[in-house]
């Protein structure tokens, strides 16, 4: 039987939002009891808690949102590869020695742990340079373990504009630090949320026998 790791930080009222983003928050608004036989609740949440898909609409005025985004870059053969403490960039040195036949989607474990009690405003991310590289490579999905692809202070959002141009997808916030270096298949579907700027994924990586 293949093995399933789940690399989805858990979602509650304390993980961690970019700063002035939405916070989760839960309501009940139907408990079971006499004349009612369910439970039911209402959330609420910015769709970049937690692991995330960024739709094109987050980076681009005229992108598309996250629900006419095709779902073929979110399943399929995938590589972890590690760049632990490395820096504020993940630069094309750092991930020189995995390169060697690259499955079209790459995740890179930045952290030794990944920060699930407060935002890291320190926030490692990737150097444009990097997503060129993994572009000009053939890869169609970058991840990473941090909230953003960018630094938390950049206003150009320079790799955004990256996977923009380039047309990759892109998974922020993956929990990866039991991870080991090597190939998987990935599976983190989008919600169809019809028109939102991300969504949450539950994302997983299974072995590939």
Not at 10 to 26: E, K, M
Not at 153 to 161: G, Y
Request: with cysteine; proline share 11%; charged share 20%.
């Amino acid at each position: 039987m293949k093995k399933l790791w789940d690399i989805s930080p858990p979602v509650h009222a304390g993980a961690p939002v970019f700063p002035g983003d939405t916070a989760y928050s839960q309501q009940w608004v139907a408990s079971i009891g006499p004349g009612c036989p369910v439970n039911v609740s209402a959330i609420t949440l910015s769709p970049h808690v937690g692991a995330h898909a960024d739709a094109p609409l987050h980076y681009d005025p005229a992108g598309l949102p996250i629900g006419d985004v095709a779902l073929d870059a979110f399943i399929g053969p995938c590589r972890v590869v590690h760049a632990i403490g490395v820096g504020a960039l993940v630069r094309p040195e750092h991930l020189a020695h995995a390169l060697h036949d690259l499955p079209p989607r790459v995740l890179v474990r930045t952290y030794p742990h990944m920060p699930q009690a407060a935002f890291d405003n320190d926030l490692p991310a990737f150097a444009p340079e990097t997503v060129e590289l993994l572009a000009d490579r053939g890869v169609v999905l970058i991840g990473i373990d941090s909230a953003s692809i960018d630094p938390a202070s950049s206003k150009t959002l320079d790799s955004h504009q990256v996977i923009r141009r380039r047309g990759l997808r892109v998974l922020e916030n993956l929990l990866l630090d039991d991870i080991p270096e090597g190939d998987y298949e990935l599976i983190a579907l989008p919600l169809k949320l019809t028109t939102a700027d991300a969504s949450p994924v539950r994302a997983i990586l299974r072995s590939l026998t």
